[in-house]
């Protein structure tokens, strides 16, 4: 079984012509609601992708608590180990412009509310060889708490650093395997902006020293990673996108459902890689993560 510990949201998406400027009001198009967090929308992921998942962390006592969990419940994840707060389900409240361009305030809540006791009691619950899954959606500590029990544990850890935050690079160092997109290993390995050539020297240098596996998420390029001194490489599909988001938790979520399936590497990644191209086809994240039966068509199509 697969543990996800990490953030559940509700996104609050309101479109308007345009972005009101600080201290204004306009008027907006649309507005519509959808379950977010990195955290949940990686759980599902992998539910959606045949894994049986659990789900660790935390929502409030409110109305957005269970349309946060909904595409969850439907799929059939654990969520035994979702507590319920006295702070609000986190939310995410987005403004979206008719260019496109968005500003959006998280407000982590719930997910702010997870420490040490949740993590342990998740890691607690787990066997040896068992895959936990991170994000850095929920406090710093109580991440840095489930990477070592979880290494004292037997138990494989992949963290997704993302969003980027000033304890990735730290963080990332106490887990097994590490996915990162381009801009997030730049900021991991200290450089600014790396060639290709220069990302693979980083990639070596790095899982020499830590004995990682990385996993680095090149978008419409695909996936590269570095395990036990060789490189992989995976493409997803050639697409149109439609929108992107979501694209890196679905292909996080297959990427675990594979390595706990037992793939061979290769094929994990390039299951999650075409995972993550189909999750661009649709608007939204959770909605748009396909199911197994939809990456397996893709991946008999392409082969
Ligand atoms: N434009 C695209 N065309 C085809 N596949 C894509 C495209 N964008 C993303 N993907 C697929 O999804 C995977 C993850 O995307 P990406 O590297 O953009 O992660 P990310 O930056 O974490 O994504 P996001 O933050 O948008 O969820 C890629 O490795 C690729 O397989």
Redesign the pocket.
């Known amino acids: 079984m697969i543990t996800v510990f990490g953030s559940i949201n509700m996104d609050l998406i309101a479109t308007t012509e345009r972005l009101p400027r600080p201290g204004e009001t306009v008027a907006g198009r649309s507005f519509s609601t959808a379950a977010g967090g990195k955290g949940a929308n990686q759980a599902l992921a992998a539910t959606r992708a045949g894994a049986r998942v659990r789900m660790a962390g935390a929502v409030g006592a409110d109305n957005f608590a269970d349309d946060a969990l909904a595409l969850m419940t439907e799929a059939g994840t654990d969520l035994s180990f979702v507590r319920t707060a006295s702070e609000p389900t986190g939310t995410a409240h987005i403004l979206v412009g008719d260019d496109g361009e968005n500003v959006i305030v998280v407000v982590p809540g719930a997910n702010g509310a997870i420490g040490d006791g949740e993590a342990r009691a998740a890691i607690g619950a787990m066997n040896r060889g068992d895959l936990l899954m991170l994000q850095l959606e929920v406090p710093a500590s109580a991440v840095e708490t489930a990477l070592n029990a979880a290494r004292a544990a037997g138990i494989i850890s992949l963290l997704n650093t ?1 969003p980027l935050t000033p304890e990735a690079a730290e963080l990332s160092r106490l887990a097994d395997i590490v996915v990162a ?3 997030e290993f730049e900021r991991l390995s200290g450089h600014d902006v790396l060639s290709p050539d220069e990302r693979r020297d980083a990639m070596a240098r790095l899982s020499a020293e830590t004995g990682q596996t990385l996993v680095i ?4 390029e ?2 590269i990673a570095i395990r036990d001194g060789q490189f992989h490489e995976a ?5 149109t ?1 439609v929108d ?8 996080c979520g297959y990427l675990a459902a594979g390595l706990e399936a037992g793939l061979d590497f290769d094929r994990a990644l390039r299951r ?3 995972a ?2 189909l ?2 086809l649709a608007p939204g994240a959770q909605p748009a993560i396909p199911l197994a039966v939809e990456v397996d068509a893709a991946e008999a199509e392409n082969s």
């Open positions: 993302a997109n381009e801009h998420t090149l978008g419409a695909g996936v493409m997803g599909l050639t697409i996108p992107t988001v979501g694209a890196g938790d679905t292909f999650a890689a075409i993550g191209s999750a661009c």
